[in-house]
């Protein structure tokens, strides 16, 4: 493997290979800027376009295609954890370790699922929406399967719709969001023809699937594996056989390289000017760290932070119109799937909020705050680094994240202690 | 938690005394003023008011911001038979109608350790700290429970202490991590081999039992380590704990005897027998302890301690990679300086599988951030001893503040000037280890009982700096 430290600096560094990551790499890179981008999985796409052989439609092919042939370097496979000194970043991949040194960073690092604990979700086979989606598509199979979707956010249709093709039986969706809240959003929908689309495409392939809103899992049950869920539907209790629970509860961004930067963070989001620079000069941010807000705002908001990056302010400026637009669909998915009070009383005493390290609910109540329930309870501290319990004790108690430190990802002893050159 | 707590017995007291409870409309106002009433002034009347737990004297007006849902009440209480006829108002939030002897500034696990012991010899304490139980530099600490030589003073105080964590260690609960798992002093070549030696000899004149292993001996307790260690000390009673659990069971010992806590409560002044929080109220105690770690000189002036900054990292579960606590014998050379940046190999596991890698320490450093020139040197040395660690994946890293002495010694006892302040800490790197014995020391010294080990080498009144006497 080529030596992939540059001690030249790039003009333009991007991290995250989602869609935003690449609009912003190829913006820039079309305008003549040294760019380089990085991410952790083997291939470009992120969590949408997930899977290189997949067809993911007309919008994918053509943003994998000027990522290919724009003259970009690229770093996949390899997961940015540290800054040790502003101006260079260090990423690991699964045998090395190189650094890499830039003049302006644009950090699109996605988003990830939300879980909320219940009673039984650590039962095998109770596993996150996106996270099954990813599993299938890398070989896991679900046909003949019963899989119950449950929580809250469009990604539950999504992925509904696509077990559903590899020939899952999908015998619910539950959709935690009152028919209210959600047919305001439908509403909302028909100012936007491209979101139009979609949702009817997706509206054929779930067809047959029952969809339930105002309901939520309560329990999983099963001896060794998951064999039942118990739902709350409409205020009534239902027990439904299934071999998997596919789960989620909505997104949340990945913000901690962001804040290892020093970059404002307000509300979970980090805060950027009309360019998508953050308060960190040189240092811009797309995607949904920004504001849960699709495929779509992603995709304009990366292009203005690539144009931005190099200069190109006039171009920039051309797409604020189209990302104003994609911000209201981000503000009504907001609205829509905002999680309802009643989640709060999920967990039972028992029951395990922080897997990693095996703390109960139980242990976390006598706290006041996330740090005290750290220090005390070892909540937060096993190597997902406060990942999954974090956002759902946020929920549960409205406690605030703890201050990041490096590594940003669990990353090895001697990648840490490498001597950074010039320092 | 505390008014959960304290709701039901104040209840009772209140009866008891036949206080008079009066609700006063807290709908308009967001402050209240505390003042002495003109007809109580007389001899052996005293005018107090009691807030959150806190007994304080009327003796000139405060304002005191107070919560909607605090029942305030105006009191008169007659207190046995010598009928002191006092007159203040309460809050039921915590409310406790007696004066405290000992309020203690700092609930790390030196002040934990105060007020367990206080509790235990029957004095009312309380205890304040700006955050929580456990979250300076106990929260930062390794808690390698040590006995080190570094001088007499510090062999008796590390030595002391030690055998009291032994003497509680059936008390203590599961999260406190207590695992007396042995330190090896390795040594890299021939001339550590000689002070492994002296060291050896000097524990064992004084009963600590030692173990001299030679280069065979430790490559087989400790595989991972290099090969070609020269060898090293096994001292077999030495162990490891969690800090912060520990803090929270010595002072819910504490509190079980009364001890009253008081949270996110920031300290302004201390002195004369009273503690000032920033909202404006006012603890009284007949003794102030100073037990606020490194930020012990901000309110005590004059007293000599610097912040020492260390960085440490953890690692995921590896069970079984290590089974001692290591450190270099070249550690020694870092402790001491007391100067330059100095880094050390020492590593510990934990009982969760989990290795702990440190130390580093310097001078000068303000700030908490995460230092890469330290980080690195601190890495690579533990790589040079452990060339295994390098592969280990690297979970977290911190850093923490050492309350430092010039003579690597502790403050415990009084401190000149004020008859009612009291200093415990300066406890560098060895606060865990020695925090029983301060606490043991210094309440010998409030009460007057015979303290254990001779006390004279932490008085506070040898690191006085000039401004003290001006
Ligand atoms: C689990 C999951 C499944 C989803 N499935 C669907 C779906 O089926 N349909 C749909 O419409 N929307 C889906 N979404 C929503 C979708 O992710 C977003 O709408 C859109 O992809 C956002 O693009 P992005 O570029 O901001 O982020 P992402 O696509 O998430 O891309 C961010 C990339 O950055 C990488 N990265 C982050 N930090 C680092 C680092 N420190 N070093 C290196 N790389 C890093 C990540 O691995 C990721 O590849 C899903 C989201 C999630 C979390
Ligand atoms: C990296 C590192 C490793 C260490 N390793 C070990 C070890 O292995 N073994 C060992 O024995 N020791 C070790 N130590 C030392 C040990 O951690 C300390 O000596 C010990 O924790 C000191 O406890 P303390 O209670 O005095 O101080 P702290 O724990 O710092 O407590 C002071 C408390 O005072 C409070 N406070 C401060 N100012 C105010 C104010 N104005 N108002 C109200 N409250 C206030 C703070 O909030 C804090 O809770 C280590 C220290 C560090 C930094």
Request: net charge positive.
């Given at each position: 493997m080529m030596d992939k430290d540059s001690q030249q600096p790039f003009d333009v560094l991007v991290i995250g290979a989602g869609p935003a990551g690449m609009a912003a790499a190829v913006r820039a890179a079309e305008r003549g800027g040294r760019v380089g981008i990085v991410d952790?999985?083997?291939?470009?796409?992120g969590q949408i376009w997930r899977?290189?052989?997949?067809d993911h439609g007309q919008e994918a092919t053509a943003w994998s295609s000027r990522l290919r042939n724009a003259d970009i370097t690229k770093l996949f496979g390899m997961r940015v954890f540290h800054q040790?000194?502003?101006g260079v970043l260090l990423a690991e991949g699964t045998d090395d370790v190189c650094e890499l040194r830039y003049t302006n960073l644009v950090l699109a690092t996605g988003a990830r699922e939300r879980f909320l604990p219940f009673?039984?979700?650590?039962?095998?086979?109770?596993?996150g929406a996106g996270g099954l989606q990813a599993m299938v598509k890398s070989g896991l199979p679900v046909r003949g399967k019963r899989v119950v979707v449950a929580g809250t956010g469009p990604l539950l249709l999504a992925v509904a719709a696509y077990l559903r093709k590899q020939g899952a039986e999908i015998p619910i969706i539950c959709e935690q969001a009152s028919w209210s809240s959600l047919a305001r959003f439908g509403v909302g929908l028909l100012g936007r023809p491209g979101k139009i689309t979609q949702g009817l495409q997706l509206k054929k392939e779930l067809a047959e699937i029952p969809f339930a809103a105002n309901s939520w899992p309560i329990g999983a049950h099963g001896?060794?594996?998951?064999?039942s869920v118990t739902i709350s539907r409409g205020g009534k209790t239902e027990v439904i056989a299934c071999d998997f629970l596919a789960c989620g509860f909505h997104l949340v961004p990945n913000v901690e390289l962001q804040s290892l930067l020093g970059c404002q963070i307000s509300g979970g989001f980090v805060q950027v000017d009309e360019?998508?620079?953050?308060?960190?000069?040189?240092v811009f941010c797309a995607g949904e760290?920004?504001?849960?807000?699709?495929v779509e705002l992603a995709l304009v908001e990366g292009q203005i932070a690539g144009l931005a990056a190099v200069g190109e302010k006039n171009a920039a400026q051309k797409l604020f119109g189209e990302r104003r637009e994609s911000h209201r669909f981000a503000r009504m998915l907001d609205r829509a799937f905002r999680l309802r009070?009643?989640?709060?009383?999920?967990?039972?005493?028992?029951?395990?909020?922080c897997r990693c390290e095996d703390v109960p609910y139980s242990r976390l109540q006598?706290?006041?705050s996330w740090r005290a329930a750290k220090l005390h309870s070892?909540?937060?501290?096993?190597?997902?680094?406060?990942r999954v319990c974090g956002p759902a004790t946020q929920f549960l108690f409205q406690w605030n994240p703890d201050s990041v430190r490096p590594p940003v990802f669990p990353a090895r002893v001697g990648s840490l202690g490498r001597v950074v050159s010039g320092l | 938690m505390l008014k959960m707590q304290c709701a039901k017995p104040i209840r009772k007291r209140l009866r008891k005394r036949n206080i008079k409870r009066s609700r006063v409309?807290?709908?308009?106002?967001?402050s209240v003023i505390f003042a002495p009433s003109?007809?109580?002034?007389?001899?052996?009347k005293e005018e107090f008011a009691v807030l959150r737990g806190f007994h304080f004297k009327l003796d000139r007006a405060v304002m005191v911001p107070v919560q909607r849902h605090w029942i305030l009440s105006t009191l008169s209480v007659e207190l046995g038979?010598?009928?002191?006829g006092a007159r203040g108002y309460a809050l039921?939030?915590?409310?406790?109608?007696a004066t405290y002897d000992v309020v203690i500034v700092g609930a790390g696990i030196v002040g934990a350790a105060c007020a367990d012991e206080c509790a235990r010899r029957g004095m009312r304490v309380a205890v304040v700290d700006r955050?929580?139980?456990?979250?300076?530099?106990t929260a930062a600490g390794m808690g390698h429970i040590v006995v080190m030589d570094d001088s007499e003073a510090q062999f008796a105080l590390t030595r002391y202490s030690q055998q009291l964590w032994q003497a509680l260690r059936r008390d203590l609960?599961?999260?406190?991590?207590?695992?007396?798992c042995g330190t090896i002093w390795v040594a890299a070549d021939e001339e550590e081999m000689a002070e492994v030696r002296r060291k050896h000899d000097y524990y064992a004149q004084r009963g600590v039992p030692t173990l001299v292993v030679d280069s065979e001996a430790l490559q087989r307790l400790?595989?991972?380590?290099?090969?070609?260690?020269a060898g090293g000390l096994l001292v077999a009673e030495d162990a490891v704990l969690y800090p912060p659990c520990a803090a929270r069971f010595l002072m819910e010992r504490a509190q079980e005897l009364g001890a009253q806590l008081q949270l996110g409560a920031p300290v302004t002044q201390i002195g004369e027998g009273r503690v000032r929080l920033s909202d404006g109220v006012e603890i009284a105690g007949g003794m102030v302890v100073n037990?606020?770690?490194?930020?012990a000189p901000e309110l005590t002036?004059?007293?000599?301690i610097k912040k020492r900054k260390g960085h440490l990292v953890i690692t995921d579960r590896y069970p079984g990679f290590l089974r001692h606590q290591l450190v270099e014998l070249g550690y020694l050379k870092s402790a001491h300086s007391v100067t330059s940046d100095s880094v050390a190999f020492n590593v510990q596991p934990r009982r969760t599988g989990q290795i702990l890698i440190g130390s580093s320490r310097q001078y000068g450093?303000?700030?908490g951030e995460v230092d890469q020139a330290m980080l690195t040197r601190m890495l690579r040395r533990a790589q040079e001893y452990m060339?295994?660690?390098?592969q280990m994946s690297a979970v977290r890293t911190w850093t923490g503040f050492r309350a430092a002495t010039p003579d690597k010694l502790p403050l415990i006892g009084p401190w000149p000037g004020d008859k009612s302040l009291f200093l415990a800490t300066g406890?560098?790197?060895?606060g865990i280890t020695t925090s029983l014995a301060s606490a043991r020391i210094l309440v010998d010294q409030i009460t007057g009982a015979k303290p254990e080990i001779p006390i004279e080498p932490y008085l506070p009144s040898r690191a006085v700096k000039e401004v003290a006497h001006a």
């Amino acid at each position: 493997m080529m030596d992939k430290d540059s001690q030249q600096p790039f003009d333009v560094l991007v991290i995250g290979a989602g869609p935003a990551g690449m609009a912003a790499a190829v913006r820039a890179a079309e305008r003549g800027g040294r760019v380089g981008i990085v991410d952790d999985n083997p291939n470009c796409g992120g969590q949408i376009w997930r899977g290189a052989e997949d067809d993911h439609g007309q919008e994918a092919t053509a943003w994998s295609s000027r990522l290919r042939n724009a003259d970009i370097t690229k770093l996949f496979g390899m997961r940015v954890f540290h800054q040790p000194e502003t101006g260079v970043l260090l990423a690991e991949g699964t045998d090395d370790v190189c650094e890499l040194r830039y003049t302006n960073l644009v950090l699109a690092t996605g988003a990830r699922e939300r879980f909320l604990p219940f009673p039984g979700w650590t039962l095998p086979n109770v596993m996150g929406a996106g996270g099954l989606q990813a599993m299938v598509k890398s070989g896991l199979p679900v046909r003949g399967k019963r899989v119950v979707v449950a929580g809250t956010g469009p990604l539950l249709l999504a992925v509904a719709a696509y077990l559903r093709k590899q020939g899952a039986e999908i015998p619910i969706i539950c959709e935690q969001a009152s028919w209210s809240s959600l047919a305001r959003f439908g509403v909302g929908l028909l100012g936007r023809p491209g979101k139009i689309t979609q949702g009817l495409q997706l509206k054929k392939e779930l067809a047959e699937i029952p969809f339930a809103a105002n309901s939520w899992p309560i329990g999983a049950h099963g001896g060794q594996v998951l064999e039942s869920v118990t739902i709350s539907r409409g205020g009534k209790t239902e027990v439904i056989a299934c071999d998997f629970l596919a789960c989620g509860f909505h997104l949340v961004p990945n913000v901690e390289l962001q804040s290892l930067l020093g970059c404002q963070i307000s509300g979970g989001f980090v805060q950027v000017d009309e360019f998508q620079q953050t308060s960190v000069q040189r240092v811009f941010c797309a995607g949904e760290p920004t504001g849960i807000g699709g495929v779509e705002l992603a995709l304009v908001e990366g292009q203005i932070a690539g144009l931005a990056a190099v200069g190109e302010k006039n171009a920039a400026q051309k797409l604020f119109g189209e990302r104003r637009e994609s911000h209201r669909f981000a503000r009504m998915l907001d609205r829509a799937f905002r999680l309802r009070p009643e989640l709060r009383s999920l967990p039972s005493a028992e029951t395990i909020v922080c897997r990693c390290e095996d703390v109960p609910y139980s242990r976390l109540q006598e706290h006041r705050s996330w740090r005290a329930a750290k220090l005390h309870s070892r909540c937060g501290m096993g190597p997902c680094q406060g990942r999954v319990c974090g956002p759902a004790t946020q929920f549960l108690f409205q406690w605030n994240p703890d201050s990041v430190r490096p590594p940003v990802f669990p990353a090895r002893v001697g990648s840490l202690g490498r001597v950074v050159s010039g320092l | 938690m505390l008014k959960m707590q304290c709701a039901k017995p104040i209840r009772k007291r209140l009866r008891k005394r036949n206080i008079k409870r009066s609700r006063v409309p807290l709908s308009k106002t967001s402050s209240v003023i505390f003042a002495p009433s003109a007809d109580l002034t007389t001899e052996g009347k005293e005018e107090f008011a009691v807030l959150r737990g806190f007994h304080f004297k009327l003796d000139r007006a405060v304002m005191v911001p107070v919560q909607r849902h605090w029942i305030l009440s105006t009191l008169s209480v007659e207190l046995g038979k010598d009928r002191i006829g006092a007159r203040g108002y309460a809050l039921r939030d915590g409310m406790n109608a007696a004066t405290y002897d000992v309020v203690i500034v700092g609930a790390g696990i030196v002040g934990a350790a105060c007020a367990d012991e206080c509790a235990r010899r029957g004095m009312r304490v309380a205890v304040v700290d700006r955050e929580m139980v456990g979250s300076g530099a106990t929260a930062a600490g390794m808690g390698h429970i040590v006995v080190m030589d570094d001088s007499e003073a510090q062999f008796a105080l590390t030595r002391y202490s030690q055998q009291l964590w032994q003497a509680l260690r059936r008390d203590l609960p599961e999260d406190v991590e207590y695992d007396q798992c042995g330190t090896i002093w390795v040594a890299a070549d021939e001339e550590e081999m000689a002070e492994v030696r002296r060291k050896h000899d000097y524990y064992a004149q004084r009963g600590v039992p030692t173990l001299v292993v030679d280069s065979e001996a430790l490559q087989r307790l400790e595989p991972n380590l290099r090969d070609g260690m020269a060898g090293g000390l096994l001292v077999a009673e030495d162990a490891v704990l969690y800090p912060p659990c520990a803090a929270r069971f010595l002072m819910e010992r504490a509190q079980e005897l009364g001890a009253q806590l008081q949270l996110g409560a920031p300290v302004t002044q201390i002195g004369e027998g009273r503690v000032r929080l920033s909202d404006g109220v006012e603890i009284a105690g007949g003794m102030v302890v100073n037990a606020a770690g490194a930020w012990a000189p901000e309110l005590t002036r004059g007293m000599e301690i610097k912040k020492r900054k260390g960085h440490l990292v953890i690692t995921d579960r590896y069970p079984g990679f290590l089974r001692h606590q290591l450190v270099e014998l070249g550690y020694l050379k870092s402790a001491h300086s007391v100067t330059s940046d100095s880094v050390a190999f020492n590593v510990q596991p934990r009982r969760t599988g989990q290795i702990l890698i440190g130390s580093s320490r310097q001078y000068g450093a303000e700030h908490g951030e995460v230092d890469q020139a330290m980080l690195t040197r601190m890495l690579r040395r533990a790589q040079e001893y452990m060339p295994g660690l390098g592969q280990m994946s690297a979970v977290r890293t911190w850093t923490g503040f050492r309350a430092a002495t010039p003579d690597k010694l502790p403050l415990i006892g009084p401190w000149p000037g004020d008859k009612s302040l009291f200093l415990a800490t300066g406890h560098e790197g060895l606060g865990i280890t020695t925090s029983l014995a301060s606490a043991r020391i210094l309440v010998d010294q409030i009460t007057g009982a015979k303290p254990e080990i001779p006390i004279e080498p932490y008085l506070p009144s040898r690191a006085v700096k000039e401004v003290a006497h001006a």
